[in-house]
């Protein structure tokens, strides 16, 4: 197949009338020709490399890596670096497994790491396990382009010999490894990254990026669901103003910061966690025009999607050079930025209008091995007096990190209560991996006047997650996620509804557009509810996750996440 396009190269920055040639799934000649008066083009629209998202789960869509390409084709993506530890943390090696069985029936470019925390810390219950022996089996799969985000920091830190094992296991075999390790700074950075870990999704302001960027991290711009840290990376005053701090220390001056900042600095723009009711909006289209806006070059721009993914995880894709993938998509414009058409090894596999092929379906399986919840099991007691002080989760719009704050709460009968006036309410999480544990706290910021909400979707180890007013109705909502085998439940006396998600309590072999709908009527019940949120499910399921700062909740109790310890939920 051979014709003319005007193409984006992403190797020298230009723009470019030539003809292409694709042979067997890949260029085979890239000839740049001379527009004369009267010449033809034959395809209408520039012609860019396919998008690459570099650091995901396929998870947070709700749907299958299948039902998740169909989808992401739409937006002009053809490729994506997974992580899987969310299903891995639910069915271990099976899960990742099945994961890379549904990805191969689709032609979509599905690259996967190897979740190197399951769990991600010894202070929750998962359902699986995967251990350095398990990591050494999946890093030496085709499937397998990198070890995936280093979450226990404290145990490259402080030297723990299974994730050292892992961390040599990954250099072993040639692969990157990808970190995570929010706020960390000065000496404990330097630790952390003299074992050779190379990226990092979690900074949230331009002054971390810049550190762990100068000590030789590639900075992954995240721009998801719950987490949108790009206007705080691209956030010029706060630069300048680190630079200037840094005085003539500093390997960057201010005028070269100002014009650097809008190259960019950065290296990749990822979604990592991306609702269903997001991804039918966009995807790293959307992303890309969103950097724009902020000043940051086009060009450089989409080789944050493009090249820069290519080249560190040694993917033959991200750019339009002969022996590469023919992966492309066609836009209207540099400036519009609309997808017109998008190419898989030179077939096109969205027209514009409709995606050209079909999806194979995962076999559910029933992880809820939990039995029904009663109200007294979401009731924490008390028996000093009408009132007491407790320790509190503050969560925040659009952030993952939270804050330890207290409240004073009402006693009644022997149980402390939740106060909507100073918008307390109850949060707890319910092991359900058979072990049948409820761990009870206080959490601010969600707004929720009446009812409550419960998820199987916790991150990471996924046990059920729910936020309530009162204990009858967090117990109502839990037992639905269960009944549906695991999805997301809202439950008040006003109205109730769920979306099971039976694919281990996180997935659903529904179209991304049905499952979207579905949620965002649940995202209007809640709301209905008082809820103040933007994405209040993804918000919720985040508080489990202890390796964020500063204070999360497990299984096992209220999680102290600066000290990585428990934490009293009554303070005496």
């Known amino acids: 197949m051979s014709f003319t396009a005007f193409i984006f190269d992403v190797i020298t920055d230009?723009?470019?009338?030539?003809?292409?040639?694709?042979?067997?799934?890949?260029?085979?000649?890239?000839?740049?020709?001379?527009?004369?008066?009267?010449?033809?083009?034959?395809?209408?629209?520039?012609?860019?490399?396919?998008?690459?998202?570099?650091?995901?789960?396929?998870?947070?869509?709700?749907?299958?890596?299948?039902?998740?390409?169909?989808?992401a084709v739409r937006h002009g993506t053809t490729a994506a670096v997974c992580d899987p530890h969310e299903i891995a943390n639910v069915l271990g090696i099976e899960g990742v497994e099945a994961m890379f069985e549904n990805a191969k029936q689709v032609p979509f470019n599905f690259y996967f790491t190897a979740p190197s925390c399951v769990p991600a810390t010894p202070f929750e219950t998962s359902g699986a396990v995967l251990d350095s022996s398990?990591?050494?089996?999946?890093?030496?799969?085709?499937?397998?382009?990198?070890?995936?985000?280093?979450?226990?920091?404290?145990?490259?830190?402080?030297?723990?010999?299974?994730?050292?094992?892992?961390?040599?296991?990954?250099?072993?075999?040639?692969?990157?490894?990808?970190?995570?390790?929010?706020?960390?700074?000065?000496?404990?950075?330097?630790?952390?990254?003299?074992h050779g870990i190379s990226t990092d999704h979690e900074c949230s302001n331009v002054l971390e990026a810049l550190e762990?960027?100068?000590?030789?991290?590639?900075?992954?711009?995240?721009?998801?669901?719950?987490?949108?840290?790009?206007?705080?990376?691209?956030?010029?005053?706060?630069?300048?103003?680190?630079?200037?701090?840094?005085?003539?220390?500093?390997?960057?001056?201010?005028?070269?910061?100002?014009?650097?900042?809008?190259?960019?600095?950065?290296?990749?723009?990822?979604s990592d966690d991306k609702h269903p009711n997001d991804l039918i909006k966009g995807h790293l289209n959307k992303s890309v025009q969103k950097a724009v806006s902020l000043g940051i070059d086009i060009l450089k721009a989409i080789s944050m999607v493009t090249i820069n993914p290519g080249y560190h995880y040694n993917l033959n894709c991200g750019a339009i050079v002969p022996g590469a993938k023919a992966d492309y998509v066609i836009i209207d414009s540099i400036y519009d930025f609309n997808v017109l058409e998008t190419y898989i090894g030179g077939e096109c596999v969205f027209d514009g209008e409709n995606v050209l092929f079909d999806v194979p379906e995962i076999e559910p399986k029933n992880t809820?091995?939990?039995?029904?919840?009663?109200?007294?099991?979401?009731?924490?007691?008390?028996?000093?007096?009408?009132?007491?002080?407790?320790?509190?989760?503050?969560?925040?719009?659009?952030?993952?990190l939270t804050k330890r704050t207290t409240a004073k709460l009402p006693v009644k009968d022997g149980v402390v209560q939740a106060d909507i006036l100073q918008d307390v309410l109850k949060i707890a999480v319910v092991e359900r991996y058979g072990g049948n544990t409820v761990a009870n706290g206080f959490i601010k910021g969600f707004g929720l006047k009446k009812g409550a909400i419960a998820s199987s979707i916790a991150h990471d180890s996924h046990n059920?997650?729910?936020?309530?007013?009162?204990?009858?109705?967090?117990?109502?909502?839990?037992?639905?996620?269960?009944?549906?085998?695991?999805?997301?439940?809202?439950?008040?006396?006003?109205?109730?509804?769920?979306?099971?998600?039976?694919?281990?309590?996180?997935?659903?072999?529904?179209?991304?557009?049905?499952?979207?709908?579905?949620?965002?009527?649940?995202?209007?019940?809640?709301?209905?509810?008082?809820?103040?949120?933007?994405?209040?499910?993804?918000?919720?399921?985040?508080?489990?996750?202890?390796?964020?700062?500063?204070?999360?909740?497990?299984d096992k109790g209220l999680f102290d996440g600066d000290n990585f310890e428990f934490m009293d939920v009554i303070i005496n």
Do not use: W
């Open 134 to 194: 398990d990591i050494e089996y999946l890093l030496k799969k085709d499937e397998i382009v990198a070890l995936g985000e280093m979450m226990n920091f404290p145990g490259v830190i402080n030297g723990d010999e299974e994730v050292l094992r892992k961390l040599d296991l990954a250099h072993k075999y040639n692969k990157p490894i990808d970190g995570h390790a929010p706020l960390l700074s000065r000496e404990d950075l330097d630790e952390y990254l003299k």
């Open 368 to 400: 809820m091995n939990v039995s029904k919840k009663t109200p007294s099991d979401f009731d924490i007691h008390y028996d000093g007096g009408d009132e007491c002080e407790v320790n509190v989760i503050e969560c925040f719009d659009g952030d993952l």
């Open 14 to 71: 230009t723009i470019y009338p030539a003809r292409i040639t694709v042979e067997d799934g890949l260029f085979k000649e890239i000839t740049p020709i001379t527009i004369n008066e009267g010449s033809q083009i034959d395809v209408k629209g520039l012609m860019v490399p396919g998008f690459i998202d570099a650091h995901l789960h396929i998870e947070s869509s709700m749907v299958s890596p299948a039902q998740f390409a169909k989808i």
């Open 464 to 554: 059920i997650i729910v936020v309530g007013y009162n204990s009858d109705r967090m117990a109502r909502a839990v037992n639905q996620v269960i009944e549906d085998k695991g999805g997301i439940a809202v439950y008040s006396v006003d109205f109730e509804d769920s979306l099971p998600l039976p694919i281990a309590g996180l997935m659903s072999n529904e179209d991304v557009f049905d499952v979207a709908e579905k949620l965002g009527v649940l995202h209007d019940m809640v709301k209905a509810l008082g809820c103040t949120l933007e994405a209040p499910f993804m918000t919720m399921a985040f508080m489990a996750l202890l390796v964020i700062p500063s204070i999360k909740i497990s």
């Open 212 to 270: 762990k960027k100068m000590k030789g991290m590639k900075i992954m711009v995240r721009d998801g669901s719950s987490a949108m840290d790009m206007e705080g990376l691209f956030n010029i005053d706060d630069g300048v103003a680190y630079i200037e701090s840094s005085n003539s220390k500093s390997i960057l001056l201010r005028d070269i910061f100002e014009k650097r900042i809008f190259s960019p600095m950065f290296d990749f723009i990822v």
